[in-house]
């Protein structure tokens, strides 16, 4: 898919990897881009500077996404590419408090999940339209030092995979979007640790926007922005035992871990 004259939101597209996707969308010519957030201003800033709307609101809230969907589909009459990208990341072991575990559950799965089931009853009735899920190599691997971010990241990929192998026929494309570290306020603020080699190999939020351009003309399934996350991810299903034995070396050469 090409994202010229594409009505488009972007989750999370105040900042960091969302905001660099809602600039590069409108300079490939879409048509409309909502920068939707939960930081109302920051959205206001984005959405002036590529000329397109912002729209606050919280994805962890069914009805706040419900009502994005229904306001753009009101003036735009379609919603082609729905980037749902907000997240957060959650550091620490199974002891995170459960309002955490909640939280984090919220915005980084059941977001992907309230998206779905806003946007899908159109696009399928249209027979088209694109699901574009930010997710994280933490998906596909793991994330070191956050288990809440490790498994609601492969709780969004699962999501992804499902919806791409059920509505496919149907007209429905999906990616997910699967970096390892980028220069945004997440990683700085070091939400989710995972150590030094994140930083070493971050990419700019641009670089993922140009990944994220490449991947849709390609409509193809996984977008990885680091080329190598590829053969990690092949390392991981040739010999698992072997893989997690790798993840432990590497998990004590980084950080003690707290024991759960
Ligand atoms: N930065 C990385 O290293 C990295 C790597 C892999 C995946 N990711 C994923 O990329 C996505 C974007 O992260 P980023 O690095 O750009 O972080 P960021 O903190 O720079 O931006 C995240 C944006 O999401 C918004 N947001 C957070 N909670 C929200 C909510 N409840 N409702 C609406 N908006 C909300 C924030 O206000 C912010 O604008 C996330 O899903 C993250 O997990 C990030």
Not at 22 to 30: H, I, L, P, Q, V
Not at 59 to 72: K, N, P
Not at 213 to 228: C, M, N, T, V, Y
Not at 241 to 254: K, P, S, T, V
Request: aromatic share 6%; proline share 3%.
């Amino acid at each position: 898919m090409r994202v010229q004259d594409k009505v488009v939101i972007v989750t999370g597209g105040a900042n960091g990897i969302g905001s660099a996707l809602c600039k590069r969308f409108a300079a490939e010519g879409a048509k409309a881009v909502i920068v939707a957030d939960i930081e109302g201003e920051a959205a206001c800033e984005v959405a002036r500077s590529i000329g397109g709307s912002e729209y606050c609101a919280n994805v962890a809230s069914e009805s706040d996404i419900q009502l994005l969907v229904d306001t753009v589909l009101k003036k735009y009459g379609q919603i082609d590419l729905f980037c749902s990208n907000a997240g957060i990341g959650v550091e620490g072991d199974c002891c995170v408090p459960d309002r955490d575990w909640s939280r984090i559950w919220e915005i980084n799965v059941m977001a992907h999940v309230y998206a779905a089931r806003a946007v899908l009853p159109g696009m399928l009735a249209r027979k088209e339209g694109y699901l574009l899920q930010t997710v994280s190599a933490a998906g596909l691997l793991t994330q070191l030092g956050s288990a809440p971010y490790a498994v609601t990241k492969h709780g969004a990929l699962a999501l992804a995979e499902w919806l791409e192998i059920t509505y496919g026929d149907c007209g429905i494309k999906v990616s997910a979007l699967c970096p390892q570290g980028v220069k945004t306020r997440m990683l700085e603020n070091a939400e989710f640790g995972g150590g030094a080699f994140l930083r070493e190999t971050a990419l700019e939020p641009d670089q993922v926007a140009e990944a994220v351009i490449q991947g849709l003309e390609a409509e193809q399934f996984l977008i990885l922005p680091h080329p190598e996350v590829l053969e990690y991810f092949r390392r991981k299903a040739a010999d698992y035992d072997r893989w997690i034995r790798g993840m432990r070396r590497l998990q004590a050469n980084m950080q003690p871990l707290k024991a759960v």
